[in-house]
Structure formats: structure tokens, C-alpha cells
T-cell receptor, first 117, second 111 residues
């Protein structure tokens, strides 16, 4: 199956700083990628849809100025958490749709654990 | 609003004790229903896609079924390595539309 990677796998930062998370499709191109957030013992909540070459689409309640998304190429999307606060501590996961065909399956990255102190 | 509800929240089984996980959904225009497995601290791993009522898919000890209102993930003779959280998700509309996840069922299989 298609492989999606994320970097870093975990990061600790101080309150007020910014953190960038990368999501890469390793063996296929993805014009669309998705960013999710998962709090402990909760399911995945879609934050935004990242579109190559255009602006991201954010879900209701997600601050676009706080969570900056850049889809610079067909294999890379980045999520930057700006001015991070402890409440932003969470597990961030990206995904990309299955390449080609009629399948709407999504392949997920391994996730990035963000801890803001 | 699209809703996906999974039950039970947690399930504890003895090794070899078969059971089923439920995913009920309320959506308009279901495009696909997905089952994922998620291990602690990792991203979800794709298991199955079901597109229409009556469809069934199998993979090793897992079998997924779909009706117009719900989906079941049947686990036959589970092993400890099947312990994980199983997530159900639905997709509506065409193209690469967003996927709505349920809250998951945490399965523990005891040797």
C-alpha cells in the first residue's frame, strides 16, 4: 500500500514558540492531504484539507492563522502550529487519499506527538 | 449532520472468543465506509472499504459487513495481537471529501 511519512514523530516545545510538522507521500503524488488531531482516548478530528497549489480548507472552529498549512509540492504538506500553547498538545496525524482508481481509502502517517510546556 | 457511533467503547475478550464491533451511521449519500486499526501512538492502519449494503470483506480473522444503517466488524477466534482500537469512518459526496470518524472501540484480547 501507499506510504505516508511524518516528521518529527514527537516534539516538545515551549509555550509561545512555533512548530512545523511535515507530511510526505513517499511513493505517490498527493494533490490533497488531510490533517487530523487526536486527543487522548478520542477519535480523529479533521482540522483541514491541504490542497497542492492552493489555500487549505479549514474545518469549522479551527483557527487558520494558528495552524498554517502549506502544500508546496505533490508529495509534501506542512502544518505549522504558531504560538503554541499547552492546549495545543495533541497527536497530529496526516493522511493522503489512495492514489488512482476508484478507491477513497486514505493512508495515514504515523503521527506526530506535540507537547507544549 | 453526519454522525458515526461505535459500540462498545471497549471490549475485552479471551483469546479465541469471537465477537463483533458495531458502527452505526447517519449520513446522506454514503460514498464509502472504512474500518481502520490503530495501535497506541501510531496512525490508523487501513483495513477495509465497504461501498454498498450487503457487501462483505474479509482479511484473516476479520470480516466487515455493511447494511444501510450500520456496519459490523466480526472478529473470529481473536489473538492477543488483535488488541488495538478499531475505528470506523464514513465518507460522503464525491471526490476527495472529508472522512468522519467514530470514536472507536478499544479491543483487548487476553491470552
Amino acid at each position: 500500500g501507499a506510504v505516508v511519512s511524518q516528521h518529527p514523530s514527537w516534539v516538545i516545545c515551549k509555550s509561545g514558540t512555533s512548530v512545523k510538522i511535515e507530511c510526505r507521500s513517499l511513493d505517490f503524488q498527493a494533490t490533497t492531504m488531510f490533517w487530523y488531531r487526536q486527543f487522548p482516548k478520542q477519535s480523529l478530528m479533521l482540522m483541514a484539507t491541504s490542497n497542492e497549489g492552493s489555500k487549505a480548507t479549514y474545518e469549522q472552529g479551527v483557527e487558520k492563522d494558528k495552524f498554517l498549512i502549506n502544500h508546496a509540492s505533490l508529495t509534501l504538506s506542512t502544518l505549522t502550529v504558531t504560538s503554541a500553547h499547552p492546549e495545543d498538545s495533541s497527536f497530529y496525524i496526516c493522511s493522503a487519499p489512495s492514489p488512482g482508481g476508484s478507491s477513497y481509502e486514505q493512508y495515514f502517517g504515523p503521527g506526530t506527538r506535540l507537547t507544549v510546556t | 449532520e453526519d454522525q458515526v457511533t461505535q459500540s462498545p467503547e471497549a471490549l475485552r475478550l479471551q483469546e479465541g472468543e469471537s465477537s463483533s464491533l458495531n458502527c452505526s451511521y447517519t449520513v446522506s449519500g454514503l460514498r464509502g465506509l472504512f474500518w481502520y486499526r490503530q495501535d497506541p501512538g501510531k496512525g490508523p492502519e487501513f483495513l477495509f472499504t465497504l461501498y454498498s449494503a450487503g457487501e462483505e470483506k474479509e482479511k484473516e480473522r476479520l470480516k466487515a459487513t455493511l447494511t444501510k444503517k450500520e456496519s459490523f466488524l466480526h472478529i473470529t477466534a481473536p489473538k492477543p495481537e488483535d488488541s488495538a482500537t478499531y475505528l470506523c469512518a464514513v465518507q460522503v459526496g464525491g471526490g476527495y471529501q472529508k472522512v468522519t470518524f467514530g470514536t472507536g472501540t478499544k479491543l483487548q484480547v487476553i491470552p
